[in-house]
């Protein structure tokens, strides 16, 4: 599985696009969650934000490409885009597809460093897939907007 993992990440930079590897949906937590994840988790329910933008940069040993911006308004992905270009829905980044790919990463990788801010944004995240693997770690800096 983690090989499968790292072959689609590593596949990722040269399609030029940072694209979600999880199902979207609601994310809820299960018991098996990292408590960490858990508690970002509840304190970002407990604000109750519907309508926000996040932007998604991705940085890694791979060529660059522009952060990803997904437009959510009452819990709902409306626009997802990548510079100039306009992406598919599923191709996004809303808060529970950000803590969906934690939790795939917390059961695949071989480590995952998440910083958060106090309302439970993932703010910074590193995951490295396969630790004796060189160069493959990704580094995802969020932002958040209000709107």
Do not use: N
């Not at 689609?8 to 979207?24: K, M, Q, S, Y």
């Not at 490295?128 to 932002?143: G, H, I, L, M, N």
């Amino acid at each position: 599985m983690k090989r499968v993992l790292v072959l689609a990440l590593a596949l990722l930079p040269t399609l030029g696009l940072v694209v979600p590897a999880h199902a979207a949906g609601d994310f809820e937590p299960t018991s098996k969650d990292d408590p960490a994840l858990v508690a970002a988790w509840q304190a970002w329910e407990k604000k109750g934000i519907d309508d926000y933008t996040t932007t998604v940069r991705l940085s890694c040993f791979c060529p660059q490409a522009p952060g990803v911006r997904t437009v959510v308004r009452d819990g709902e992905t409306r626009t997802v885009t990548q510079g100039t270009r306009t992406l598919g829905d599923g191709k996004g980044w809303s808060m529970d597809q950000l803590f969906a790919m934690l939790r795939e990463g917390y059961e695949t990788a071989d480590r995952v460093e998440v910083t958060y801010t106090p309302r439970g944004i993932p703010k910074s995240i590193t995951i490295d897939p396969e630790k004796s693997a060189t160069d493959e770690e990704r580094y995802y800096t969020v932002s958040l907007s209000r709107s």
